[in-house]
């Protein structure tokens, strides 16, 4: 196995996007030769391929595409890329994102100097439109070295939102990723909720490298953002996979408490801001419907000692209101002062 970075991307209809993310891996100072950059075309319907292919006939010897005739989201695609990765360490980048011009040498240099599994970093939001630089430090926090060989330290992982679940602000080493079977869930958003709480179970030690590399683009058609889309509904189905997985691991009986955690946060405090948040209608029955699968799948919940430890206290009522039968008129009261904390609009 080559010492290089394998870059994995996927690229749905970014187009307009494509070459400043690439450009900006080919300027990297480690050098264009220790990268491995995986482009997967996940069945896009502009000029993504074409513009693809003309960065791969520029450089043959360092870029790799994969180009898939249906669409299968970001967990396939991510999949895809992590079944022809060959080098020792894996990143991910989103095709309308970008990196600074020295984040792989610094995270190379960092994985290799503490011999860790994770080098976890920051991002920064960007609008593409000035110098970042001048609104925004570009680190605000001390880096430190976090080793999880002891259950207690593990804990405070799973509890807290130190190692979060993105995938794009960290590197990990192949190693660690393979040993793990590691994969995204497919077919479904919200995946990175998946990935990330079992990295948070599996990895033996992160250096947490606290400057901002990675340009987070404030896409206005984030798939995040749109409202009324089915697949927002994938947070309740992505979060059981989650529980399930964790299961088999063994995890909720090691980690009872801290997972049962989780599943509030994810499925249910999660799925309470989709249902407020992302679509214009109420969504009552749905709301139901979750609040009757947190009874069946965490019956024990309110004896949680994290719930006052780790939730403000507007969480905690809304964790509260999971056994309270609210009526549709309440619902809509709990949906309005979401709404309002945000500055969304109400229907």
């Known amino acids: 196995m080559e010492e290089k970075i394998s870059i994995i991307i996927p690229c749905y209809n970014v187009q307009q996007y494509i070459d400043r993310c690439l450009t900006s891996l080919v300027n990297q100072t480690i050098g264009l030769e220790k990268l491995e950059i995986i482009c997967v075309n996940d069945a896009s319907t502009d000029g993504t391929w074409e513009k693809l292919l003309s960065w791969e006939k520029r450089y043959p010897e360092n870029i790799l595409l994969v180009n898939c005739e249906q669409n299968g989201k970001l967990g396939r695609t991510r999949n895809i890329g992590l079944e022809h990765a060959a080098g020792s360490y894996i990143a991910f980048l989103d095709a309308d994102d970008w990196m600074e011009p020295d984040s792989y040498e610094r995270l190379y240099q960092l994985i290799r100097k503490y011999q860790c599994e994770v080098v976890a970093f920051q991002f920064v939001r960007d609008n593409g439109k000035g110098d970042v630089w001048k609104q925004q430090k570009r680190r605000d926090r001390k880096d430190f070295y976090l080793d999880l060989s002891e259950d207690e330290e593990r804990r405070k992982v799973l509890v807290t939102a130190i190692l979060d679940n993105g995938c794009t602000d960290k590197m990990y080493t192949r190693e660690f990723i393979v040993r793990n079977q590691l994969r995204f869930p497919e077919g479904c958003a919200y995946e990175d909720i998946y990935w990330g709480v079992l990295v948070q179970l599996c990895v033996k030690n992160v250096y947490f490298f606290n400057e901002k590399l990675y340009h987070y683009y404030i896409n206005p058609d984030s798939i995040v953002l749109k409202k009324d889309q089915a697949y927002h509904m994938d947070i309740f189905y992505t979060t059981m996979l989650m529980w399930e997985e964790c299961k088999c691991r063994g995890a909720l009986e090691r980690f009872a408490k801290e997972m049962e955690l989780n599943f509030l946060i994810y499925y249910y405090l999660g799925g ?74 109400t229907c």
């Open 272 to 345: 309470m801001k989709v249902l407020a948040l992302r679509y214009t209608d109420l969504r009552y029955q749905e709301y139901r419907q979750m609040c009757e699968t947190v009874r069946q799948t965490v019956p024990e919940y309110k004896t949680n000692p994290y719930l006052s430890q780790v939730l403000d206290d507007m969480r905690q009522l809304q964790v509260a209101l999971i056994d309270q039968e609210i009526s549709r008129e309440q619902f809509a009261q709990a949906v309005k002062l979401l709404r309002g904390q945000t500055g969304e609009k």
